[in-house]
């Protein structure tokens, strides 16, 4: 099973909301993971995917980023066309996937109620963000799904928000010749109302797949 604890906490309760919170849901449902959810992949990945925090049903019960819920199907699917991914699916942390060249991990590693994280609570985990970045090559590629995810790119990469400014599919040259790709987050809500399509979502990875076939 891939994984990184060795820039993680499993035991981490520095955010008094979400630490209570996630006590409240292991009593309701005692077969989920229901802590915070280590990032899945390549320790030695040159593309790192970041997402927002695992959902309720999703990463928050099976301990694996975007596993168990509607937003994991696009990426999976889409990281298994881009040679990414060893299957189209990602079913459980034993299901045998294995991501090639490929790490995905969220800004916030805890559930947070209604899918909402704070924004101190974005700045609390953001050290474990910057950690991540620190195992990264220098040709990197790192993509943000979602207006958070890449404010949190920024903040652990010390930037301002004026230095790269969100947009799907907008693309930022960073230091040391890696690159930051923004998409719209694959959630039910955006695939559903088109926000983002399947078609948007594949333009993105496959010019992150360019991008470090290129290097």
């Given at each position: ?73 696009l ?13 189209p ?45 620190g ?7 790192i ?30 040259r ?40 290129a290097?």
């Amino acid at each position: 099973m891939q994984s990184d604890n060795h820039i993680f906490d499993p035991d981490c309760r520095r955010c008094a909301r979400l630490a209570t919170f996630l006590d409240g849901v292991r009593l309701a449902h005692p077969a989920y993971h229901a802590r915070p959810v280590p990032a899945f992949g390549d320790p030695a990945a040159a593309l790192l995917i970041v997402g927002l925090a695992p959902g309720m049903h999703g990463a928050n019960a099976s301990g694996r980023p975007f596993t168990g819920d509607h937003a994991g199907i696009l990426l999976y699917r889409t990281l298994h066309e881009f040679g990414f991914g060893s299957r189209p699916a990602s079913v459980s942390r034993d299901d045998g996937l294995e991501l090639r060249d490929c790490r995905i991990t969220n800004a916030v590693k805890c559930l947070p109620p209604q899918n909402k994280p704070l924004p101190a609570e974005v700045r609390s985990c953001n050290d474990f963000l910057r950690n991540e970045f620190g195992t990264l090559p220098g040709h990197a590629v790192i993509l943000a799904l979602g207006r958070i995810a890449h404010d949190a790119v920024l903040r652990a990469l010390d930037l301002r928000a004026r230095d790269a400014v969100f947009g799907h599919g907008a693309e930022h040259r960073l230091d040391g010749g890696r690159t930051l790709l923004d998409s719209y987050h694959c959630s039910r809500y955006n695939t559903q109302t088109r926000r983002l399509t399947e078609d948007m979502f594949r333009t993105v990875v496959g010019r992150a797949r360019d991008l470090l076939d290129a290097r």
